[in-house]
């Protein structure tokens, strides 16, 4: 009897599972249904449960880090645990916030609120009225998906205002300009989306009056990822910055006001743009000349705005770049520059401060150059913010710290994480592997000192959209697989953002294959070094790491012992036409030209696989209210690697979003799970019960 191997790459719109894009098509829940059943079935056993509840109890501890943002003189969380699996939003003042035990204020109850109104609501977002106004636009989603209810929210009654502004369910946001009126950028309504599912208009939504009647004061063209405008109040008056995002890493910018966009700005358009008063910062992508003078790419360029608007085109660099160091982020906070920089992998921060006789520069101290450290304005709005900033530091065997730094105040310890596993005997070291081009690829290795050639190992990586890969502490990790004698690995492959704008160029459109052969070649070097041999090597990616973990199941299947692919990324011929896969087309390429199917054909694995092969055992997980990445990209690798008589297993619970659950619970569920069968299937008889 001949096997079925459709969809192929000789003929790619041969899909025999198109079925099961229905999300929530009757047979394809049958599927969904029975799937996950044996997959429960199979690896839901007793250590599976003993592993979940450890976690569950671990993500619910109460002395976890509550990180907070401040607005209006206070700082708000949003706080879950077994009691409160949805989240309780709360407030208290940072003097309280200081304390072991501070004096929560709640606001809302969210498990109360789905509750009362039987509906699967997360709270997803909120946007208040600036200063001490007691308005905010609470975003409430179903199960964690992207698309969100709007609703208006009194901070002082803890009630949703009757009458108030009130938006059915879509990919939406705001921004106030004033308490009776919103800029609206929704994909609600007849025209409203661009192909990606977000919005292409920014709307004048004023109170009272609905929706539908709303002036648009912006729109872009349908095949743009979406349009969105942004209140600036850093300046002596209010200004509209108005956003056509052209595709994932450009943009068109136009300066406005309530009345709509006036100035479009004369600038490239692959950067990314911070304004703070009369100051613009721009981080350039690829180099630009101007004015008789060539930037190179990923440089800072600062500048007068109104001396730009005026026509001067001299740049200060505030930022140049090297080989091995890259700026991972910049933001203002009280008229000042932080940027956010890796040099050889080492985080380093500096403060710029601009004025009329030249910006000047310094570094932040006080924080570690090793492990992983994040830094952030504390204040919600710029136009609030007195400098003081939050730290967080951690690296794989140190939970986290979060540090205040007030002014130029050295960093002071505000709360400590726990420790959630034990990390005796663990050492943290880096290594590079040498790829097929002979591109050296970073990593990460943590796990006992001494080699045994026979490690049970999990590996993994992201390498996409300019994204860099840190090595922070994780508790599922530390709990299910380091405290029981095993490594772990995270690799910096290219497609990520570690080196900047040629370390991602390298791993995007047809250089996502090169990414992939950098992950395989970290696996090669674990071999190599004698820490492990490949049946012992399990590997786990989601989302853009979903398509790494495929290709390393139809192209490496020799280095691997088995492969956990969550909420992933599969079939490249379909992706433009599922949900938001539209937006992703300036990071993989466009499957309806043909050139570039070329090209992505190469790495469609969904196509790729045949039978026959020697194909490690998979689990592949996705969640049927992710509306990012379509479920059925994880339904139909399952069902075609199933048919080809492939040991493939698949999950999918009912919530979650872009993630692996709504609440604690299922999310150490739905890593347990994956957990339990990775050792499973790479022989593992830890020592676990």
Known sequence: MAIDDRPTIAAPDDDPYLWLEEIEGERALDFVDRQSRRTLETFGGRQFETDRDTLAAIYDRSDNIP??????????????????????????????????????????????????????????????????????????????????????????????????FNLPEAKSGVDWIDADTLLLSSALGEGMATTSGYARTVRLWRRGEPVERAPVLFEVP?????????????????????????????????????????TKLDLPTDIWLEAHNDWLAVKLRGAWTVAGKTYAPDSVLGISLSAFLAGDRNFTTVFEPGPRRALQGFFWTAGKLVLSVLDELRPQFEICTPSAGGWTRERLRGLPEIGVVDVWRLDRREAESNGDLLANVQDPVTPSSLLLIEGVASPAILKQAPKTFSADGLIVTRHEAISVDGERIPYVQTGPAAETGDAPVYMSAYGGFGLAVKPFYSSALGKLWLERGGTTVQAN?????????????????????LAHDDFAAVAADLVKRGVTRASRIAAEGGSNGGILITNMLVRYPQKFGALFCTIPLIDMRRYTKLLAGASWIAEYGDPDKPAEWEWLKT?????????GQNYPPILIATTRRDDRVHPGHARKMAAKLQA??????????????????????????????????????????????
């Open 67 to 164: 990180y907070v943002t401040r607005h209006g003189g206070l700082v708000y969380n949003l706080w879950k645990d077994a009691r409160n699996p949805r989240g309780v939003w709360r407030r208290t003042t940072l003097a309280d916030f200081r304390n072991a035990e501070p004096g929560w204020e709640t606001l809302l109850d969210i498990d109360r609120l789905a509750t009362e109104e039987d509906k699967d609501w997360l709270l997803s977002w909120t946007q208040p009225l600036p200063g001490d106004d007691p308005r905010v636009i609470v975003a409430l989603s179903r199960g964690g998906s992207d698309a969100v209810t709007l609703r208006e929210f009194n901070l002082d009654t803890k009630a949703f205002v009757a009458d108030g």
């Open 603 to 611: 790495y469609s694995a969904y196509h790729a696989a045949t039978p």
């Open 222 to 262: 349908a095949d743009r990822m979406a349009a969105y405008c942004s209140v600036d109040d850093t300046g002596p008056t209010p200004r509209m910055w108005f956003i056509d995002r052209i595709d994932f890493f450009n943009l068109n910018l136009w300066l406005g006001t309530e009345a709509g966009p006036r």
């Open 493 to 513: 492959i290219r497609g990520g953002g570690e080196f900047g704008t040629r370390w991602h160029d390298a791993g995007r459109y047809a250089g996502k294959r």
């Open 644 to 689: 080809m008589g492939y040991e493939a297993y698949f999950y999918e619970p009912a919530a979650g979003g872009h993630g692996y659950g709504k609440d604690n619970r299922e999310r150490a569920g739905f890593i347990a799970l994956g957990y339990t069968f990775l050792r499973n299937k790479i022989g593992w008889a830890d020592n676990a019960a």
